[in-house]
């Protein structure tokens, strides 16, 4: 289960990566101080990057930047940065042109990315949104041990796929993966995939003016938590 202190940690690194992942694109790649290619190997760079964002801490928006200087406030930075490239964004070289309405706001999906065009949200496959679902259940019955609790794979099947859990489940998953993130471990657009059963709406749009709060994730899980014990067994 959750540590509620590590948890807000990792929701305000998510936001502060995003920031981040905006504001040194916009600044660095769409003025044409690098290359997208450049840029992607520069994140990917993790090492460098981390020296980098110690160097120039103070000249970073306070937004958009580490906690502090420390080396493990830099490094869980670096991590979750990272994970944006591989989870939720596409570099793209020649861009082309676009509009610039923007009316929602989506911390993870790209609702801003018009303004800053050299981003993409990835598109997702068959094959992440499955990867979402064993995630999904594989949270679950982490959860139900971490519980006491015994939850079987036919039971976990039965949650995953009962309409009233999904956003439930799959926000209390994606919080998993946001600590997993902050550690170094991505599993790809399949985080992409679960942000959007819950901070989408059933027309395949942002819901307007959401913004995740780790609040919000363990009461999430408090809902899985009661639904398992509701199966235990089964």
Not at 9 to 35: N, P, T
Not at 49 to 70: H, M, N, T, W, Y
Not at 191 to 204: C, D, I, K, Q
Request: aromatic share 8%.
């Amino acid at each position: 289960m959750f540590e509620r202190e590590k948890l807000r940690r990792a929701v305000l690194l998510q936001k502060r990566a995003y920031e981040f992942v905006k504001w040194y694109y916009e600044s660095a790649v769409a003025k044409g101080i690098m290359s997208a290619k450049m840029a992607r190997e520069h994140a990917e760079a993790t090492q460098v990057l981390a020296a980098g964002l110690k160097e120039r801490f103070v000249d970073i928006p306070s937004d958009c930047r580490p906690l502090s200087q420390g080396d493990e406030d830099i490094q869980s930075f670096v991590n979750m940065l990272s994970s944006y490239l591989s989870a939720s964004f596409d570099l793209v070289e020649n861009p082309g042109t676009r509009g610039t309405k923007v009316d929602d706001y989506c911390e993870a999906c790209g609702a801003y990315l018009l303004a800053a065009p050299h981003l993409r949200p990835k598109k997702l496959s068959r094959h992440d949104k499955m990867k979402a679902r064993k995630l999904k259940l594989t949270c679950l019955k982490r959860l139900a041990q971490d519980a006491g609790l015994v939850l079987s794979d036919q039971a976990a099947e039965t949650l995953v796929d009962a309409p009233e859990m999904r956003e439930a489940i799959a926000m209390t998953t994606y919080g998993e993966q946001l600590l997993f993130r902050m550690d170094g471990q991505v599993e790809g657009p399949a985080v992409l995939a679960l942000w959007r059963e819950f901070a989408w709406n059933s027309t395949g749009s942002p819901k307007k003016g959401f913004k995740l709060d780790a609040d919000d994730i363990l009461r999430s899980q408090e809902t899985a938590l009661n639904a398992i014990s509701c199966l235990e067994g089964a």
